[in-house]
């Protein structure tokens, strides 16, 4: 898992060259280089109400006092994101019709659906911005005996394919984390796929599931009223939102593991690039704004800015870590 290592730390050092984009500012007069008149729709492409829909709608909220288009929200869920992101493939490159694209149907999707995808992340949509990374965590029905993820593989070990961990479907983010677990740690566990979180929730505090992985927004009700405990969260290291959670890395055999969901704007590939300069320095803005890093963090996710090309890097150092835990796993949704 050494590569897997090396691709993160690439990715770190992609971070952390980013800078403010005060250089993309519109043209030198203020004129805008988005259609006019015209209000800018961002596509969520999952249901209304959850945490990703809250995201979204933060951000919309504080990316109104940024461009006076207007931005307003639809979502589109369906077909694991890919509904949503085909809308926005499809539509005027204009800079009027945005992408809220996780991981899965920016990364994780063409490495596991593969003859289903109607459109290529790489070649059809421009990133623009990182919005914020939501690391899981991995949470126990109370009464499996164990505390931490150093006793969860021990008893792993000892109970092959007895654990059960549950995962809102094939091929996403919480089932890779689940593969990448079994891999590092040398255990065989049995996936057990849902349609939402909520269900594996209550499953999991039912005993019907012994684990599973979700955001903390999530399980943080969950965990507060003591029907689930907290194992660990996915993150290289501890979440800020949550720094009494240990990582997964911080159990010295599992030291490299890492892997999170993420969340960012696209834009159709062939928007012109003042367009794209223009809307990558508002959201910028917006994501320098305290009020909504906080906001974002109560949903569970890490606010990191960093510039288009190094968002794009980001990207495919991920989508390697993906795909070296899809082809170890065997992972596909095409069944």
Not at 176 to 191: C, D, F, P, Y
Not at 239 to 252: G, L, M, N, T
Not at 296 to 301: A, D, K, S, T, W
């Amino acid at each position: 898992m050494t590569h897997i290592r090396t691709l993160a730390a690439s990715a770190a050092l992609t971070l952390a060259a980013a800078s403010p984009l005060h250089a993309a500012e519109p043209g030198a007069a203020g004129a805008s280089a988005l259609a006019a008149g015209r209000p800018i729709t961002l596509i969520v492409p999952f249901a209304a109400g959850g945490g990703v829909d809250g995201m979204g709608r933060l951000l919309a909220e504080r990316l109104r006092a940024e461009l006076p288009q207007g931005v307003v929200v639809e979502n589109k869920p369906g077909a694991s994101g890919m509904l949503g992101a085909q809308t926005v493939v499809r539509s005027a490159p204009d800079g009027t019709t945005l992408l809220l694209g996780s991981a899965g149907e920016t990364a994780i999707n063409p490495l596991v659906f593969k003859g289903k995808m109607q459109y290529q992340p790489e070649r059809d949509l421009a990133p623009i911005a990182l919005v914020a990374r939501v690391p899981n965590v991995l949470v126990a029905n109370p009464k499996l005996p164990v505390a931490n993820v150093q006793e969860l593989v021990a008893y792993g070990r000892a109970n092959p394919d007895r654990l059960t961990y549950a995962t809102s479907g094939v091929g996403n983010p919480q089932h890779l984390n689940g593969e990448l677990l079994q891999s590092l740690a040398g255990i065989k566990m049995v996936h057990v796929p849902y349609k939402g979180a909520s269900a594996q929730l209550v499953d999991v505090a039912a005993g019907s599931v012994d684990l599973t992985f979700v955001s903390l927004a999530g399980a943080l009700p969950f965990i507060k009223s003591g029907k689930v405990k907290p194992l660990a969260v996915t993150s290289a290291t501890r979440a800020s939102f949550a720094p009494d959670i240990p990582a997964v890395a911080e159990y010295a055999p599992l030291k490299d593991y890492a892997l999170e969901n993420w969340f960012g704007i696209f834009v159709p590939a062939a928007t012109p690039a003042p367009v794209r300069q223009q809307l990558a320095a508002a959201i910028d803005r917006c994501l320098r704004d305290e009020k909504l890093v906080a906001s974002l963090r109560g949903l569970g996710g890490e606010v990191q800015p960093m510039t288009p090309d190094a968002f794009r890097a980001f990207i495919q150092a991920q989508t390697a870590v993906f795909a070296k835990v899809v082809a170890d796993g065997h992972i596909t949704a095409e069944n």
